[in-house]
C-alpha cells in the first residue's frame, strides 16, 4: 500500500476512534469490574456474554462455545469465536479474559486516575482485548472490504496454561491451519513487539514420608529430609541450565540466561516435633528458543525418576506445560506489523522475546506467523496496582485495525 494511500487510512481510522472514546473506555472498565480470576475461573460465562453483546451491538455475529469440563473436575469455560469479512485467507485477533487472582476486591473498581485506568486485567489484558474488539468496529464503520478475514478468538485459561482455551479450539478444529495468514495478541509488551517466548515446565513435586513422633523418628521417614536431598540435586542441574544463553533480544539483557527455579511453593510438615509425611515443592523451568523442549523436559524427570528408583515415594503434578517458540524480526509479516505501528505511532517499535509462555505457540507451531503487541506494561501486570494508559489503549486500537488491513493483503508499506 502506498504511503499517501496509508496515511490517509491511518487518519480516518484514528477519526473514528476519537468518536467511540467514551464508549471504548467504558467497555474495558465493564469487563475488568468482571472478576475473572484465574484459578479457579470464575464469572466466565458473565464475561463472555458481554463480549458477545459487544459484538452483536455492531452486528457482529458470534460463536459461543462451552467447552466439557466435567471430567476434570473444574467450573465451565467459555471461547467466543467472531468474525469479520470473507474468504479463506485469515488473520486471529487473539486474547483472554481471565486474568490472575486480585488481592484486593478494590482492584476490580476500574478506577480512573489522571491518564491511567487501575485495576485487575487492565495491562493483561482487558485493555488490549476491548481494542481488538473495537478495530473490528472501526473497520465496520469504514466499510472497510477486507481482502480475506478477521477472526477473534477469545479464550480462558490462558493463565493456568491454555488446556481449556486456546488448545481446545485448535484440538477441535475451531482453528484451522488452513488459510491462516497471521496472529496477533495484545499482551502487555509496553510498544514493542514480542516475537518469540520461553516454554515452560511447571511441576508440583510431593514427596510422601511417614508420620511418628520426633522421638521415635528412627521409625518414620522425613519427607522434609528427602526433600533437601532432591532439590540438591535439582540445584546441580540448575547450574548447568542457567549458563546457557538466547541469542534473541530479551529485557534487561541479563534474562537471556535460560532458567530452572524451586520452592515458588513449598509447603510441608504439621508441627515441630512430629516427623513430616509429606512435603511439596514447584519446580519451574523456562526453556530458551533454542534449547529442545523435550530433551530439557527428560533431563528433569530423569532427576526425579532416579530418586523415586532409589526408593522415594513422590507424585508429580504437571502444572502447566509449553513450548518455547521464535519467529524472525526479519519476515516479511514482521515488517507489515511494524510499518502499520509506526504510521500510528510515528515510532518503529522493537523486537523483544517475552521472557514467559505466550499463546503465540499455539500458532507458530502449525506455521501461522504470530506476534504480541498490546497498550500495557509487563511490569505492572499481575501487580497490585496494575494500569494501562488509557491513550495507548485507543493507539493500539488504531493500530489493530490497520494491521488488519495490511497483514490480510500483505502489504509491506
Not at 116 to 126: E, P, S, V
Not at 180 to 192: K, Q
Not at 211 to 239: D, Y
Not at 243 to 258: I, M, Q, W, Y
Amino acid at each position: 500500500m502506498k504511503g499517501s494511500k496509508q496515511k490517509r487510512l491511518a487518519h480516518a481510522i484514528r477519526k473514528q476512534i476519537r468518536m467511540l472514546r467514551e464508549d471504548l473506555l467504558a467497555f474495558v472498565q465493564d469487563l475488568v469490574r468482571i472478576p475473572t480470576e484465574n484459578p479457579p475461573g470464575i464469572r466466565y460465562a458473565e464475561c463472555v456474554k458481554l463480549i458477545a453483546q459487544r459484538l452483536n451491538r455492531f452486528s457482529i455475529r458470534t460463536k459461543i462455545l462451552r467447552v466439557h469440563t466435567r471430567a476434570a473436575g473444574i467450573r465451565p469455560r467459555y471461547c467466543l469465536l467472531s468474525s469479520y469479512g470473507k474468504g479463506t485467507r485469515t488473520v486471529y485477533f487473539h486474547g483472554h479474559y481471565d486474568v490472575v487472582p486480585g488481592s484486593d476486591r478494590h482492584q476490580f473498581s476500574a478506577r480512573i486516575k489522571g491518564n491511567r485506568l487501575y485495576g485487575r486485567g487492565t495491562a493483561d489484558m482487558k485493555g488490549g482485548l476491548a481494542a481488538m474488539v473495537y478495530a473490528v468496529h472501526v473497520l465496520q464503520r469504514l466499510d472497510i472490504r477486507l481482502p480475506g478475514r478477521l477472526c477473534l478468538a477469545i479464550v480462558p485459561d490462558e493463565e493456568t496454561g491454555g488446556r481449556f482455551g486456546t488448545q481446545y479450539l485448535f484440538k477441535h478444529g475451531h482453528i484451522k491451519e488452513e488459510g491462516g495468514s497471521a496472529m496477533l495478541m495484545p499482551e502487555p509488551t509496553g510498544g514493542a513487539v514480542w516475537n518469540a517466548c520461553r516454554g515452560a515446565i511447571s511441576l508440583m513435586i510431593r514427596i510422601k514420608g511417614k508420620s511418628v513422633h520426633v522421638v521415635l523418628q528412627n521409625k518414620g521417614t522425613n519427607a522434609f529430609e528427602q526433600m533437601v536431598g532432591l532439590s540438591s540435586a535439582l540445584l546441580k542441574l540448575k547450574h548447568c541450565v542457567e549458563r546457557r544463553k538466547t541469542n534473541f533480544t530479551v529485557a534487561p539483557g541479563e534474562s537471556r540466561n535460560s532458567i530452572l527455579m524451586l520452592g515458588g511453593m513449598c509447603r510441608g510438615g504439621a508441627n515441630f516435633n512430629i516427623v513430616p509425611d509429606e512435603c511439596s515443592f514447584t519446580v519451574e523451568r523456562r526453556i530458551n528458543p533454542e534449547e529442545d523442549f523435550e530433551k530439557e523436559k527428560a533431563r528433569l524427570l530423569n532427576v526425579l525418576d532416579r530418586f523415586r528408583r532409589k526408593g522415594m515415594r513422590l507424585e508429580i503434578e504437571v502444572i502447566q506445560e509449553g513450548e518455547s517458540v521464535g519467529i524472525s524480526s526479519d519476515h516479511y509479516l514482521a515488517g507489515v506489523l511494524v510499518n502499520s505501528i509506526k504510521a500510528i505511532s510515528g515510532r518503529r517499535p522493537k523486537f523483544y522475546m517475552c521472557p514467559g509462555l505466550l499463546e503465540i505457540r499455539y500458532y507458530l507451531k502449525r506455521g501461522i506467523p504470530a506476534f504480541a503487541y498490546g497498550p500495557g506494561l509487563l511490569t505492572c501486570a499481575h501487580s497490585p496496582d496494575e494500569f494501562v494508559d488509557i491513550e495507548r489503549i485507543y493507539d493500539c486500537t488504531a493500530v489493530y485495525a490497520l494491521a488488519a488491513i495490511n497483514l490480510l493483503s500483505g502489504d509491506n508499506i
